[in-house]
């Protein structure tokens, strides 16, 4: 059974950092998209980036390039989002998702994804 657990979110000023962790279980890490969502209040959950962590192929949305990393660790099965340079349009339930990889890309769609995580919350105050 597939199990995505976020965690780390929280409140920061803006300009500050947060890292969020996905850990996943019950499938083969290495063979398996992962994404980064969020969802602000009122708004449709949005891209934020994939990765593939079979080959660490990665794709970040454009509001994001240049402040938020992707990385993986495969030994713990955790996929993290490292947000730099934190805007309060930031602010939004940011979950992990997963697909298995069977060729291809990595489609940074809600309806793309299979498993989803429930959620951390991220609030960035001006």
């Known amino acids: 059974q597939v199990q995505l657990v976020e965690s780390g979110g929280g409140s920061v000023q803006a300009g500050g950092s947060l890292r969020l962790s996905c850990a996943a279980s019950?499938?083969?890490?290495?063979?398996?998209?992962m994404g980064w969502f969020r969802q602000a209040p009122g708004k449709e959950r949005e891209g934020v980036a994939t990765?593939?962590?079979?080959?660490?192929?990665?794709e970040y949305a454009d509001s994001v390039k240049g402040r938020f990393t992707v990385s993986q660790d495969n030994a713990k099965n955790t996929v993290y989002l490292q947000m730099d340079s934190l805007k309060p349009e930031d602010t939004a339930m940011y979950y992990c998702?997963?697909?298995?990889?069977?060729?291809?890309?990595?489609?940074?769609?809600?309806?793309?994804?299979?498993?989803w995580g429930q959620g951390t919350q991220v609030t960035v105050s001006s």
């Open positions: 998702a997963a697909r298995r990889f069977s060729g291809g890309v990595c489609v940074s769609d809600v309806r793309w994804f299979s498993y």
């Open positions: 019950g499938y083969t890490f290495s063979r398996y998209c």
């Open positions: 990765i593939y962590t079979g080959l660490s192929s990665i």
